[in-house]
């Protein structure tokens, strides 16, 4: 990484900064209501939301985390990315076009829709901000992560530094421009990432004569170590029947977890129609899918001209892969893209996990349980949400800070885990179960919660091995780094039992409602029948 120049990155960076600031601004001149700023006043297309759904999906972790995976894994490195593309069918099929005419803003107007009011926001808000800052815990430490591969600053002050600067930078966005500013980054953040990746395969494959035979054969070669098992799967996975149920345990949690990320769900509340829902959700698939393809050439293509050895012996590790084949290709000026890439990435990310949450505390519970749905707080709702978004920046940045450094994988598993767990299992019976009532849904949301962030806390993901975050600590009681295969079906079992042994009686108008506009858009705001 000695080629690399920091000040150039720090300038490319600079310009895209400068730039998404200046269409926030823009954006944000017709934000007036709660509508315009938590839900972008519905304006958005299905492909322009379908774009932003894949800024919003393609964290750092999966430009930067699959293709390092892939390059020093191969095969099962693969399978993050097969695993993230399949999760987007579950979210298609089961979710995406109910919530859209079921909900207005966030996850706790469909969870609540037939339920006591109250008791399911508050459960809804704390899920969500829940899920949010674990997600966002791991970005900011990842960019703090990112500085000390691409832009030469090795110190933990410069890293924090840096962590302060995305913080404030994220803020800034979510406070000027709302949903709206936020959807505008997520599209120029994809439309670069695709491209950047675009480039770059396009590039490895020229260097093998766009033969993939060729290109997997140099990435073998490359990799005595490894060898052939780079072609076929148990590398990393295989070693045990432990690891076998690990791997099946967090595919479980990526599949199912997407359906219940409160940060992607919200953007289908941007789009005017259930249809236009439908829509986003296809251009969302066929982005996202050609992105993962992308990463398998990028990953081989590290492996067979920067080599397992040479990542391995970068800052970064595997996250160094994509940023060296970069390196590798172009020199200092396509390692400068790249980096700003990768960081455009974390900001747009962090930027839609925080609108989340502060609309989530300001629409859930200040709006709905605090001022009791009262129609004149609409512009104390905004107020509400923009300082939550400065409250939750900060604290993402001492988090961030803290992180900074330590194993951050489990905070994304955890994040992915706890949306498998705690929100799927409520959102699909709130849909589908027409007996489902307010104590199944509190069981379901509260005791998936507590059960997935207690077993991640007795997992080695935590303690007892030398990648956990407690090194020198060992209560690993749980064997499983991710705890999805458990708390996934638990969480299930608890919204079927709390709705069995309550003789609470599900609302039977409500429900017939629910489901008519679930399934039609009927009554929707702004619902159009198809």
Not at 173 to 183: D, E, N, R, S
Not at 486 to 510: M, N, Q, R, W
């Amino acid at each position: 990484m000695n080629s690399s120049n920091p000040v150039l990155n720090i300038s490319i960076f600079g310009v895209f900064v400068l730039i998404t600031l200046f269409v926030v601004i823009r954006a944000s001149r017709n934000t007036r209501t709660a509508a315009d700023y938590l839900a972008a006043g519905r304006a958005f297309t299905g492909p322009q939301n379908g774009i932003a759904i894949a800024g919003d999906y393609l964290s750092a972790a999966s430009f930067l985390g699959i293709a390092g995976a892939i390059a020093l894994n191969g095969y099962d490195g693969f399978l993050y990315s097969i695993g993230f593309l399949v999760a987007w069918l579950v979210a298609l099929l089961l979710v995406a076009e109910l919530l859209r005419n079921t909900g207005k803003y966030t996850m706790g107007d469909v969870l609540s829709f037939r339920m006591r009011q109250r008791p399911v926001r508050a459960a809804a808000a704390t899920s969500t901000m829940a899920v949010s800052f674990f997600y966002l815990l791991a970005q900011m430490a990842g960019a703090g992560g990112l500085v000390a591969l691409l832009l030469g600053i090795t110190g933990t002050g410069g890293q924090s530094l840096v962590i302060a600067v995305v913080g404030a930078l994220m803020i800034a966005y979510v406070l000027i421009g709302g949903m709206k500013g936020t959807t505008w980054v997520q599209i120029i953040k994809a439309v670069l990432l695709i491209a950047g990746a675009a480039i770059m395969t396009v590039w490895v494959l020229g260097i093998y004569k766009f033969n993939l035979s060729g290109l997997l054969g140099a990435a073998v070669e490359n990799a005595p170590k490894a060898g052939e098992k780079l072609l076929g799967p148990g590398l990393a996975y295989g070693k045990n029947g432990t690891t076998k149920l690990d791997f099946l345990s967090l595919a479980l949690a990526l599949v199912l977890g997407t359906a219940g990320l409160p940060h992607i769900l919200m953007r289908f509340y941007t789009v005017p129609t259930a249809k236009e829902a439908r829509r986003s959700v296809v251009w969302a698939i066929w982005l996202i899918g050609i992105f993962y393809l992308f990463t398998l050439v990028l990953g081989y293509g590290a492996g067979a001209l920067v080599g397992p050895d040479a990542i391995n012996k970068a800052p970064g590790k595997a996250n160094s892969a994509a940023p060296l084949l970069a390196l590798e290709l172009g020199g200092p000026v396509l390692l400068g893209l790249i980096a700003a890439v990768a960081f455009a990435t974390i900001l747009a990310v962090v930027a839609g996990l925080t609108i989340t949450a502060s609309a989530s505390f300001a629409h859930d519970i200040y709006a709905n349980i605090i001022k009791k749905g009262a129609e004149e707080d609409k512009d104390s709702e905004v107020k509400v949400a923009r300082i939550t978004a400065i409250v939750i920046g900060l604290v993402s940045i001492g988090g961030g800070i803290i992180a900074n450094g330590q194993n951050i994988a489990f905070l994304v598993a955890l994040a992915f885990a706890v949306a498998a767990s705690a929100n799927l299992p409520t959102i699909l019976y709130s849909l589908f179960w027409k007996r489902f009532n307010t104590s199944g849904a509190l069981w379901s949301i509260y005791g998936g919660l507590i059960v997935t962030i207690t077993l991640i806390i007795l997992s080695p993901a935590v303690s007892g091995t030398p990648t956990s975050m407690f090194k020198n600590a060992d209560f690993a009681l749980f064997p499983l780094s991710n705890p999805g295969i458990v708390s996934i079906p638990v969480a299930f079992l608890l919204g079927y039992v709390g709705t069995i042994l309550s003789k609470e009686k599900a609302d039977p108008v409500k429900q017939a409602e629910m489901e008519v506009r679930s399934l039609t858009g009927a009554g929707a705001e702004k619902a159009v029948v198809h």
